[in-house]
């Protein structure tokens, strides 16, 4: 059974910090594109980063560039964001995603809220 658990999202202040981890499991990571979305409501769900195995190419969306950083670790198959500067529009239920680009197996996890405020 293919999972994806999310988890690390909370209330932080504007200019500060949070470290998201999506921890998958079923699922051979290293075959997998992991990626990073996020949704606030009646809006569609937007893309925020992308990371390809083995982890040495990365692409963000221009509004997080040089202040979210997405990593993965193969030894515990997690995904992180770490997000810093983080501001009121960083708001969101924020998704991780695993794409195998060859079979198309496409998988999901539950979602963590984030809330930036003051």
């Known amino acids: 059974q293919v999972q994806l658990v999310e988890s690390g999202g909370g209330l932080v202040q504007p200019g500060g910090s949070l470290t998201l981890s999506c921890a998958t499991s079923?699922?051979?990571?290293?075959?997998?594109?992991m990626g990073w979305y996020r949704q606030t409501p009646g809006k569609e769900r937007e893309w925020v980063a992308s990371?390809?195995?083995?982890?040495?190419?990365?692409t963000y969306v221009d509004s997080v560039k040089g202040r979210f950083t997405i990593s993965r670790d193969s030894a515990d198959n997690t995904v992180y964001l770490q997000m810093n500067s983080m501001k009121a529009e960083d708001t969101a239920v924020y998704y991780c995603?695993?794409?195998?680009?060859?079979?198309?197996?496409?998988?999901w996890g539950q979602g963590t809220q984030v809330t930036v405020s003051s």
């Open positions: 079923g699922v051979t990571f290293r075959w997998y594109s």
């Open positions: 995603r695993a794409r195998n680009e060859l079979s198309k197996e496409d998988y």
């Open positions: 990371i390809l195995p083995p982890g040495t190419s990365t």
